[in-house]
């Protein structure tokens, strides 16, 4: 018997496994579900809460739902069909997802890693419960970039939640059920008998809704098992899931606290610098070391008067922590309302520090805790510190406010580490100077220059105004701050304080600078150069390392790169390097970054590209795709990299999440998961994985107008010269095989 060719047989099947392996490999499910309930068992017209559990692989996260869906990453939303066995009591709860402020997008968003939960309260109306719908949702990872939209469906019966009879013993049947005070009796009765004779038919008229639910085809194969329910304790499973929620994600929030921490301690450094507490440091310190027994007490003291300024200020974090909670964070970083009285706040704090008014606090205040503050003894030194943070509210409460108003958008422990950062420095000369007293004689002697800190942070004050009426204006689309009009304003205040501080303008209060010191030199060279930066701005420039301050680009009117890009740079290729054959579909609502011009329908880009003789460009890519914004920003941005899109790629954008219906002529049953297409975004991600087996963006593809793939795609990569490469390599193999082709077609004819 001849072995050899079973051998093979045996090597080739294994091999076609293996790639066959390989192939689905790349199709990444990077969160899988399960659903629960709070309750096993309910009587009608109870309550109950619909569970719904993700468990994200490492180093992926999934958007929250609870974030400005305008703001561009794709939040989670849950759809529920309507049935009379239920209904919805309130809005879908988000537990405990973390936040993010994000440069990209210009404003915060939410989302979870590890474990993700989101619960949905409902009335059970009926005993026969039905409830059904679906959800989408987006993954992303920072490790290469990739983001990844999904949907699937869900469906919740009698087999999970058993349904009882009313609880009430007296219950009576539904017309006689009596009517809520000021409602009429007999119409409430006639109601409950049409909702009656409906639910023979409801489960019908429900399953023909049905078919025209949102269906996503990207991960529905990963969920073949998420409708089982988690059979576990439902408290132990919550208790186990809030517990991983809870946690911060391995290194961002930590990282972003220090960084606020730091703020607020130079913040606090920079109140000490104020007419209001400057003077007060070796006041204080003399006190300490002058009333003490020795000089080992008065150090305990000035440690004890240092510890209780940081308890305080430290006690104010966790009020406003625990008034505005997560929740609040959420509504005071989105709404007008709190972003109107924040501007208005500022402004005020501005004002104040123009010398227009003072703010200060009831003086009955401060004379029962300076009552308390004479008692001496340790509580005295604590009425001490108190005494302190009073009478130094005039100059301390703008900055401390500030504080407060960046911590309380973000997560609830920001306000507790903004105001112990800004304590911990407003202490420590204090303590420092009480262990060290020979160190005060090399203090500067108080004078004008304090009044001058004070002026310089009420310029910063009134242009950090400003960001917060422009996120009202962005939100709500009032047209009051685009961004030339921002930048414009920025100009002006950094050049008032660039004039204020070479002694060029002079409040009533300020002293008069008979001659210009080194550091106010520095400070006024660094104003004028930021003013410099900002000029830019004005015609279009980005200027990157503001983009999380400055409204977004789109909405700058004059955009000279925008209109040198359309021009064509001025030269005489503008026919070449702008030529499409036919104006794009969905042209109105779809677009191009970098005045590019190019299609979001592939047949019109294979029609053109086999018009013109050029391969074409696919961008696989999203609306909430953050990966893919970066990519244009930094890659497609470079001028190389346009020169190449613009003169030798016919380029196609085609957005995987576009909730866009096609024309019903257009739908299709996907041969992937076996669902019909019926929107621009299910079309083309179900047409990049059946075609690529790649389900993740962005991702790039080179190809001739028959589909020939020219070279191997790529996906996130910030590197312009491996992108430059992979171009140059794409226009290489397209020649090379155009041609083959021709002289294919000559050896025929001839």
Known sequence: MNRKPIIKQLAATLLFLLFTFIAQAQVLKPATWSYDVSKKQVAVGEEVELIFNAKIDKDWYLYSSDFDPDLGPMVTEFKFQKHPSYELVGKLVPVKPKKKYDDLWGGEYTYFTGTAQFRQKIRVLKPDLLVKGSYEYQVCTDVDGRCIPF??????????????????????????????????????????????????????????????????????????????????????????????????????????????????????????????????????????????????????????????????????????????????????????????????????????????????????????VDAQADKGGWIGVFFMAFTLALVSFSCTGPIVGSILVASAGGETIRPVVGMFGFSLAFALPFTVFAIFPSWLSGLPKSGGWLNSVKVVLGFIELALALKFLSVADQVYHWGILDREVYLALWIVIFTLMGFYLLGKIKFSHDSDVKYLSVPRLFFAIATFGFVVYLIPGLFGAPLKALAGYLPPQSTQDFDIGNIVRGSGGGTTTVSVTNEICEKPKYSEFLHLPHGLRGYFDLEQAKKCAAELG???????????????????????????????????????????????????????????????KTTIGKKYADYQITKFNVNAQPYYVLMDAQENVLVKPIAYDLNVNNFVDFLDAGIASYKARHNQVAQSKNITDM
């Open 151 to 368: 949907d699937d469906t869900f469906t919740f019966t009698n087999k999970q939640i058993k349904v009882t009879a009313a609880s009430t013993p007296e219950a009576k049947p539904a017309n006689d059920t009596p009517a809520a005070p000021g409602v009429d009796a007999e119409a409430t009765g006639t109601q409950m008998a049409q909702q009656n004779t409906t639910s023979e038919t409801g489960e019908e008229e429900f399953n023909d809704t049905l078919a025209t639910i949102t269906e996503i085809n990207e991960g529905e194969g990963a969920f073949s098992g998420a409708t089982e329910l988690n059979s576990e304790d439902n408290e132990q499973g919550e208790e186990l899931i809030l517990g991983d929620v809870s946690e911060p994600a391995p290194g961002a929030e930590a990282e972003g606290l220090w960084a606020f921490m730091l703020i607020a301690f130079g913040s606090g450094l920079v109140a000490l610098l104020t007419p209001c507490v400057f003077p007060m440091v070796p006041m204080t310190v003399s006190f300490f070391t002058n009333s003490s027994g020795n000089r080992a007490q008065g150090i305990v003291k000035a440690f004890v008067y240092g510890l209780s300024i940081i308890a305080i200020y430290t006690l104010i974090g966790t009020i406003v922590a625990k008034l505005f909670g997560a929740d609040g964070a959420n509504f005071i970083s989105t709404h007008w309302l709190p972003n109107i009285l924040f501007f208005l706040i500022f402004l005020i704090f501005a004002m104040s520090f123009f010398g227009m008014f003072e703010i200060t606090l009831p003086s009955s205040w401060l004379n029962k």
């Open 614 to 676: 050029k391969p074409i460009f696919i961008d696989f890519t999203g609306h909430g795709c953050v990966n893919c914004r970066e990519m244009e920003q930094n890659v497609w941005s470079d001028p190389e990299v346009l020169k190449r899109l613009r003169e030798d790629y016919v380029v196609v954008a085609l957005y995987v999440d576009d909730r866009t219906k096609l024309p019903e002529s257009e739908w299709y049953t996907s041969t992937y998961d076996g669902k019909e």
